[in-house]
Each structure stands twice: as C-alpha cells, then as structure tokens.
C-alpha cells in the first residue's frame, strides 16, 4: 500500500525530478528533506529561486546568466578581450574559469 500524498508535494517531487541527475527516488528524498528542513533549506531555495527568477536574464555580450545586463566576466578588466572561448552551458563555462584560475 502506497502512502497518499498531498498534490502539493507531489508537484514539488514532479518539479524536482525533472531536473539533472534527478530520479524518482531522489526527488522524492530531496522534496521530504526541504518540507522537514523548512528554515533551512525550504526558505533559503525558495528565496533562490524567487531572486534568480526575479533577477537574471542573459549577458548581452557573452550570453551567460547575469543578473544586470552584463556580467561580471564580460566586465572584468583584467581579462584579454581579444581572446574567445565557446562552451556549450553557463555550466561549462563555470567549470572552465575555475581550472583556469
Ligand atoms: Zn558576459
């Protein structure tokens, strides 16, 4: 016999397994440990995911997500503005600026 959950936490748990790396088991885990860490957890991703919502668009000049219109890259000074790297995602973007630092 399978619990009956509330279609609240069942949209959470859909929502999360749509996202990377998340089956149904791990949506499910990830969904009871936001309800059963409201102040920690819940709170902080909803306030998250309302500023990132609110707040980020694409940098006009290298496309990546910034919050303004271009990002913090693009405004570095210190950087060759002569030198192009393409990547797929923001993602491998990230991961490829930390090896170079
Ligand atoms: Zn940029």
């Not at 009956?4 to 998340?22: H, M, N, Q, T, Y």
């Not at 694409?58 to 192009?84: M, W």
């Not at 990230?94 to 090896?99: E, Q, V, Y």
């Amino acid at each position: 016999m399978s619990i009956r959950l509330s279609p609240a936490i069942l949209d959470l748990i859909e929502a999360l397994k749509k996202l990377p790396g998340f089956g149904p088991r791990s949506a499910q885990r990830a969904a009871f440990h936001l309800l059963q860490n409201r102040d920690g957890s819940l709170d902080v991703l909803g306030e998250a995911l309302s500023r990132v919502r609110g707040g980020v668009t694409r940098c006009k000049l290298c496309n990546t997500f910034t919050e303004g219109d271009i990002c913090p890259v693009c405004l570095d000074e210190s950087r060759d503005p002569g030198l192009l790297c393409v990547v797929e995602s923001a993602a491998d973007q990230m991961a490829l600026d930390s090896s170079l630092a």
